[in-house]
């Protein structure tokens, strides 16, 4: 039986009990939640991975992408842009791998990593080959992820011909930006085929099943660019990942549904409300999204704005995005940087999320009073990234115990002393 049957058959699992002590949950209100998938927890039947939940009432949690391209294939690198990511904050890891030994840098992955890992397996299917692949290369790369222990898997199986329709019928300026959508698309029309992720949807869902690997119906059509934002292909895309979810979860595997890559703010709450509403709550994991295309370079940042609004109307997992997307592959430095900026987005979210909130603001009151006494150590320890706050503080220290900003004039000394004064 999956996670997801035995949910259903009302065991608190271990998964679910390690999961509910971790969010500081009622392990019984999780497993409602994991009945109805709207939380999932992504673990393969084979791995290790901490348990991790997703989804409604839980905290946000971030994605770091890593992974080789033909440029670059050091694998010892990627490891270590898992490494400082997970110390930063990311829950889960995703190997997009592309370059050299495909397999030898997912083993090595997954055994350098706790948290739950997750890939794409159109990439392995479609390396070397681009797209003269066969529908067999496309599930022995999924079923090979899997006995590896792969915990979660993006599968573009929305990207059908009906949609090929709107893409060529629409106006959009970017046609495909995600990877695993755009191979597809190419698949399809080379082929004049329907997609196999499609077409065989089940068998795709008995490998899922047999090691119970969790779905992430991928993109495929997410707009990459702005004005391509919330379009008829994009929608349509959700129509379809939104019958592939019940269908996902009939079968006893649980999903999630990715969403949009750029919208301006104003499209974000009606995008992510629609999608989630059209997906019945399936947790959903956003890339970005990016509010403006003008800022390369800053694509965590315009990410994390994208990413902290998209979980107000109920995103649940964020990708981390780099400062270089859309330019390079990330080095450790930028994956460190998305990661970082990543968790702000999702503790932003958090402060206002049901469930959550209370917890989380509870971090952010201990900052309060460590500002208050002006406790140094304390604001690092509390910091989302310590490290950089303190290199800060250090490097132009006040003669006094406040920082140089406003020194024998900080705010919150003078009204200290002046209270401690009437007082005393
Ligand atoms: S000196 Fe100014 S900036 Fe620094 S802690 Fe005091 S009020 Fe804040």
Redesign the pocket.
Known sequence: MTLLDRAQSREITGEIRQAAEAEGFDAERLRRLVASGRVVIPKNVSGNASPIPIGESVRTKINANIGTSADYQSVSEEIEKASVAIRHGADTVMDLSTGGDLHEVLEKILDATSVPVGTVPIYHAACGRKIDMTADDLFNAVRKHAESGVDFMTIHAGVNREILKHLTAGSRILDVVSRGGALTVAWMLTNEAENPFYSEFNYLLEIAREYDVTISLGDGMRPGCIADANDDAMFQEAITLGRLVKQTRAAGVQCMVEGPGHVPIDGIGYGVRTIKHLCDDAPLYLLGPVVTDLAPGYDHITSAIGGAIAGMYGADFLCMVTPAEHLALPTVEDVKEGTIVTKIAAHAIDLAKSGVRERTLSMDKKMAVA?KN?DWDAQFECAIDGERARSIHETRV?SGD??????E??????VKDALLKRSG
């Open positions: 500002r002006l006040s406040t920082c140089s900003m406003c020194g004039l900080c705010a919150i000394k003078v």
